[in-house]
């Protein structure tokens, strides 16, 4: 979706209010707006919808059921953005509404400059002057009362209070991208975009096969993965940029912004070309220290699994030839050296099963590793999302049924 074609934030505004006193009067009171200017917000968001978002009677505003599945996501719309404020002046100081945040381009301007530090790229990415960018800053820096950015050589720098209210505006964004989804899946359709944060023990075979049975069914989605490391995917996560990530989950202890849900668990194993030195031999664990592995990262999870499974067996951990997480890189330096690799079995399966691969006879012992999903806590996911969670879920208990 274009940044123009965004929900007026003013009219998601008109249409909490008027939900929550179910009256126009009544709203236009606690909004100090015009019956008219209201009334007018509520028919616009509606046309810009194609749906009633209330049934009007003499009484009042009733929500319609497209209305009632609007008002959870506008809700937190307007709360990522009342908590502007707070995080800017401290909870103890009385706060006002926002209102120089309710426009989306504006909040789209600030996110940019936050990303590029440059008036004119911001300016050529959104289509708009350089002039109205640097009037947009003038606004936003007025009504938080605070710089926004320091101006550079190197170009605009987000100051600390840019930092601070960065993702609730990100969230903010995301969760007003979300609502035609919503609109659109009440009407029986199934469309828009999902982004995923694809780690390595989820993407090479459980994602591509969710992803293809749920376009067979919904082809108006588009599925978008980022392959980055967790801890930067956690970030994109926390800010709504990614909605949700599925691989290896860390401890309950990593973030208690952040949920896991526990899928299925995978064993690591020894991997080496057909053909290895080692593959015959029975008393291997004496000739590890001396092999060239190709290893994940230093610090990943399943580094420090295997550093306490290699002194668990009384060697001193091996230092990597390579370190990777990437397939690709790890099957091509298998099959052309006589270097090991330890992985799951599953994200080299195809090679396994043509003999191209093979496992070594070598048990790693407490390498278990829970694999699943990981969203926001209490993250109210889009239809297209939740969508292809309930598809992974559904392929990882066929999974669990068929192993066992």
Request: charge should be neutral.
């Amino acid at each position: 979706m274009q940044p123009s074609e965004l929900p007026s934030l003013m009219h998601v505004r008109a249409f909490v209010r008027v939900a929550d006193y179910g009256s126009v009067s009544k709203a236009s009171e606690a909004l100090f707006r015009a019956q008219s200017v209201v009334t007018r917000s509520i028919s616009e968001l509606e046309a810009r919808l194609g749906v009633l978002l209330f049934e009007r009677h003499a009484n009042g505003m009733r929500l319609t059921d497209y209305g009632t599945r609007l008002l959870p996501r506008a809700r937190r719309v307007l709360a990522e953005l009342d908590s502007v404020p707070q995080l800017l002046n401290g909870a103890d100081k009385a706060q006002n509404e926002p209102l120089y945040l309710f426009q989306a381009r504006r909040l789209q301007v600030f996110v940019k400059l936050c990303e590029t530090h440059h008036m004119q790229t911001v300016a050529s990415l959104l289509g708009l002057s350089q002039p109205a960018i640097s009037s947009t800053l003038k606004v936003l820096e007025s009504g938080c009362g605070q710089t926004l950015f320091e101006r550079t050589p190197r170009g605009l720098l987000p100051t600390r209070a840019s930092l601070d209210i960065l993702f609730p505006v990100r969230r903010a964004l995301n969760e007003l991208r979300h609502i035609d989804t919503d609109i659109s899946a009440l009407q029986g359709t199934l469309q828009g975009v999902v982004q995923v944060g694809a780690l390595p023990l989820g993407r090479t075979r459980i994602l591509p096969e969710a992803i293809v049975r749920l376009m067979r069914e919904h082809p108006g989605i588009q599925v978008i993965t980022n392959e980055s490391p967790f801890d930067l995917l956690a970030t994109e996560l926390r800010a709504g940029d990614v909605d949700f990530i599925f691989g290896a989950l860390r401890s309950t202890a990593y973030a208690s912004d952040l949920s896991g849900e526990a899928l299925l668990t995978e064993e690591m194993v020894v991997l080496a070309r057909r053909g290895h030195p080692l593959y015959s031999k029975s008393a291997l664990q004496a000739e590890l220290a001396d092999a060239q592995w190709v290893l994940p990262r230093a610090g990943s999870p399943a580094r420090h699994m295997l550093d306490d499974c290699f002194t668990a067996f009384g060697i001193a951990p091996p230092r990597p030839a390579v370190e990777s997480g990437d397939m690709a890189i790890i099957r091509g330096l298998l099959l052309r050296s006589d270097m090991l690799a330890a992985v799951s079995a599953h994200q080299l399966e195809p090679e396994i099963a043509s003999g191209e691969l093979c496992i070594l006879p070598l048990e790693l012992r407490h390498t278990s590793r829970a694999i699943g999903l990981t969203s926001r806590t209490a993250s109210l996911h889009s239809p297209v999302a939740q969508a292809l969670m309930d598809v992974i879920r559904e392929i990882t208990r066929s999974q669990r049924i068929f192993n066992g």
